[in-house]
């Protein structure tokens, strides 16, 4: 079953600690076959203790259950969504076009085009309508922006983030000094 809702890490409430067990993120994917794919910002949004449900929606297979999906979001207390989508990509742009809360697209490699397909059809989206678009296939950084956008009302988690990044410069400086050696 794919359906999962984490644990709840007392680092990602607000101060005001409104927010019950619910899940803050929603990861969904047009197919099964995404998933290699999508695990990756499942694999972050574990890492930084955010309450996550992840789902199959298909815009084209499933289409009343992407509405249901995308008009429920908000309600339920959902405050971001990723969605990763290949080919003919319509499900994170259907999504937006139902919820008012941030959509973020992850267009899915393909075979065919090398998920340029994908791509297109994810950013090429009309005035008011957005989707934040990652690049093909780098579902890390969708999970790592579905962070950064909760950060803003919880300073424990944007010191997690502030000790991400800092890890991350001290790799590359760790590797720059072993070259020199
Ligand atoms: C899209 O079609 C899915 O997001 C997937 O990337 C692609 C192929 O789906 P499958 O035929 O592998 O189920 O809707």
Same mark, same amino acid.
């Given at each position: 079953k794919l359906l999962e809702v984490e644990a709840i890490s007392e680092?990602?409430? %607000?101060e005001d600690g409104r927010?019950?067990?619910? %899940?803050l993120v929603g990861v969904i994917m047009g197919?099964?076959?995404?998933l290699p794919t999508m695990q990756d910002a499942v694999k972050v949004l574990k890492e930084f203790g955010i309450p996550h449900e992840v789902d199959i929606v298909s815009a084209h297979r499933t289409p009343e259950k992407l509405m249901t999906y995308s008009q429920s979001a908000a309600g339920r207390g959902l405050q971001v969504i990723i969605a990763g989508a290949g080919g003919a990509a319509h499900l994170p742009g259907m999504v937006a076009a139902m919820t008012p809360i941030p959509v973020i697209g992850v267009p899915i490699k393909t075979s065919t085009l090398n998920g340029q397909d994908s791509l297109l059809s994810i950013v090429q989206?009309?005035?008011g309508v957005p989707v934040a678009t990652v690049a093909i296939g780098n579902a890390t950084n969708a999970g790592l922006l579905a962070v950064r956008s909760l950060c803003a009302s919880r300073p424990k988690l944007r010191e997690k983030m502030e000790e991400y990044q800092l890890n991350m410069k001290k790799m590359v400086e760790d590797v720059s000094a072993s070259l020199l050696e």
């Open positions: 680092d990602v409430l %607000p927010i019950g067990a619910c %899940p197919s099964h076959s995404d989206m009309p005035r």
